[in-house]
C-alpha cells in the first residue's frame, strides 16, 4: 500500500471512525427520495404513532408520506422529490441527512442502497486484513487455530 492510501486509509478508519469507502456519484434517479427509513433514537420507525410524534421535532418528517411498509419498519417517500424532472424540490436548502446520503450508517438499518444508485460502498479492510489483524489478536491472546481442525487450542 503507497503512502497516500496508508493516510486516506488512517484518516477515515481512524479519525472518521468509516467501515467503507464511498465512491461514485448520485446520477438523480430518486430512489433513495421514493423508499426512505426513518431512524430515530437508534431503532426503526415501525408504527404510524411513533412517527407522528417525530414530526414535531424536525420539519423534515412532515415532507414523508407513507408508502408501505416491510420487516425493516415504515416505508416513506418524500413530498419535496419532483418524479417528473427527477429533481428535489428543496434542493438548496434539503436537510443534512439528504446532503450526506448515502451514509454507511444505512448498513446497521438493515437497508442497502439502491438499486441502480450511482454511489457504491467498499470495506476499508479487506477480507485478508480482518483475517491478518484477528490471528494477531489471538497470538496476543494466546489462542492458537491449527490447520485442518476445527477447534481453537488454548494455552
Ligand atoms: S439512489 Fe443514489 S443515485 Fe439515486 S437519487 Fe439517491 S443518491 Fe442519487
Ligand atoms: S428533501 Fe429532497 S433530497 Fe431529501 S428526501 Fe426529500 S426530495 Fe430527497
Same mark, same amino acid.
Given at each position: 500500500?503507497?503512502?497516500?492510501?496508508?493516510?486516506?486509509?488512517?484518516?477515515?478508519?481512524?479519525?472518521?471512525?468509516?467501515? !467503507?469507502?464511498?465512491?461514485?456519484?448520485?446520477?438523480?434517479?430518486?430512489?433513495?427520495?421514493?423508499?426512505?427509513?426513518?431512524?430515530?433514537?437508534?431503532?426503526?420507525?415501525?408504527?404510524?404513532?411513533?412517527?407522528?410524534?417525530?414530526?414535531?421535532?424536525?420539519?423534515?418528517?412532515?415532507?414523508?408520506?407513507?408508502?408501505?411498509? =416491510?420487516?425493516?419498519?415504515?416505508?416513506?417517500?418524500?413530498?419535496?422529490? =419532483?418524479?417528473?424532472?427527477?429533481?428535489?424540490?428543496?434542493?438548496?436548502?434539503?436537510?443534512?441527512?439528504?446532503?450526506? !446520503?448515502?451514509?454507511?450508517?444505512?448498513?446497521?438499518?438493515?437497508?442497502?442502497?439502491?438499486?441502480?444508485?450511482?454511489?457504491?460502498?467498499?470495506?476499508?479492510?479487506?477480507?485478508?486484513?480482518?483475517?491478518?489483524?484477528?490471528?494477531?489478536?489471538?497470538?496476543?491472546?494466546?489462542?492458537?487455530?491449527?490447520?485442518?481442525?476445527?477447534?481453537?487450542?488454548?494455552?
Amino acid at each position: 500500500m503507497d503512502l497516500r492510501s496508508k493516510i486516506k486509509k488512517f484518516i477515515y478508519k481512524t479519525l472518521l471512525g468509516k467501515k !467503507y469507502y464511498r465512491k461514485g456519484k448520485c446520477i438523480r434517479c430518486g430512489a433513495c427520495c421514493s423508499r426512505i427509513y426513518v431512524r430515530h433514537s437508534k431503532h426503526t420507525i415501525t408504527s404510524e404513532k411513533e412517527f407522528e410524534k417525530l414530526q414535531y421535532i424536525h420539519p423534515f418528517y412532515t415532507y414523508l408520506k407513507i408508502q408501505g411498509k =416491510d420487516e425493516i419498519g415504515l416505508i416513506f417517500s418524500c413530498s419535496n422529490f =419532483d418524479s417528473n424532472k427527477h429533481i428535489c424540490k428543496i434542493h438548496k436548502k434539503r436537510p443534512g441527512i439528504c446532503r450526506r !446520503y448515502p451514509d454507511e450508517l444505512i448498513f446497521p438499518m438493515g437497508a442497502s442502497l439502491s438499486e441502480g444508485c450511482g454511489y457504491s460502498f467498499t470495506p476499508i479492510e479487506s477480507f485478508k486484513e480482518v483475517l491478518s489483524e484477528t490471528e494477531k489478536n489471538h497470538i496476543r491472546k494466546g489462542i492458537f487455530f491449527t490447520k485442518g481442525e476445527d477447534n481453537f487450542n488454548k494455552d
